[in-house]
């Protein structure tokens, strides 16, 4: 498979940090005394409870759509439950059978409607991009899509402004969305600063890929 270009670039997470400034909280960097030299960024602060927040309403701002659809996990449609009623938008989130109860018990009592697909992420994502298809709604992914990424970047942005002088940032791998906005956004640290993409050590089916 040949990888696409992207048109993405600093700017992209830049203007994102603008469009979202009023939707998010610049979350602190915390310093524990268990982990020694080691700052954590305080997402789980973040308005819907995680850094997915950025993204979707990134990629929602200024959506004239009637209405919007998301496969998710989870934390995505949280975040996109969230944004669709803080804007008055009617959202659709289709999950896999796997997925946690209570996180869709989180997405329905924010008025979104929730789907059960039988399979995994991969038929989720599926039947997502086919209810866009089909009804019109304005299909938000969670990590492979550029306003995404840009606004999962922002994340990436705070920490390089929060503390100058890092040199590594370690960033969970996930679907890529976060990873891919961070290495963005570090085109604006005032140092050469290293990006590590992890993964659990049972569950790395990145490295292994």
């Known amino acids: 498979m040949t990888a696409l270009p992207t048109r993405l670039g600093l700017a992209d997470v830049r ?3 603008d469009r979202i400034a009023a ?7 915390l310093a524990l005394d ?6 954590l960024k305080a997402e789980h602060l973040q308005h819907s409870g995680s850094f997915k927040v950025r993204g979707a309403a990134n990629a929602m701002a200024g959506a004239t759509a009637d209405e919007i659809v998301a496969g998710s996990s989870g934390n995505h449609g949280i975040a996109v439950a969230r944004t669709g009623r803080a ?3 009617p959202v659709t989130v289709v999950m896999a059978a796997g997925a946690s109860a209570d996180k869709e018990r989180a997405i329905r009592s924010l008025g979104a ?15 997502a991009l086919a209810h866009a298809q089909r009804t019109g709604a304005l299909l938000v992914p969670s990590s492979d899509h550029e306003l995404v990424v840009a606004g999962q970047g922002t994340v990436g942005l705070e920490i390089f402004d929060q503390a100058p002088e890092v040199d590594t940032v ?3 791998t996930g679907g890529g969305g976060l990873l891919a906005g961070v290495c963005l ?4 640290a005032r140092r050469p600063v290293r ?6 050590a049972g569950a790395d089916r990145y490295a292994r890929s």
Not at 113 to 127: C, I, K, P, Y
Not at 185 to 188: F, G, K, L, P, S
Not at 195 to 200: A, D, L, M, Q
């Open 15 to 17: 203007a994102a940090a």
């Open 23 to 29: 939707r998010v909280r610049r979350t602190p960097l």
């Open 34 to 39: 268990a982990l020694p030299g080691i700052l």
């Open 87 to 89: 804007l008055g938008v």
């Open 113 to 127: 409607r929730v789907l059960r697909v039988d399979g995994g992420v991969a038929e989720r994502d599926r039947q």
């Open 170 to 172: 370690f960033v969970p």
């Open 185 to 188: 956004a570090a085109r604006a």
């Open 195 to 200: 990006i590590v993409g992890v993964e659990p």
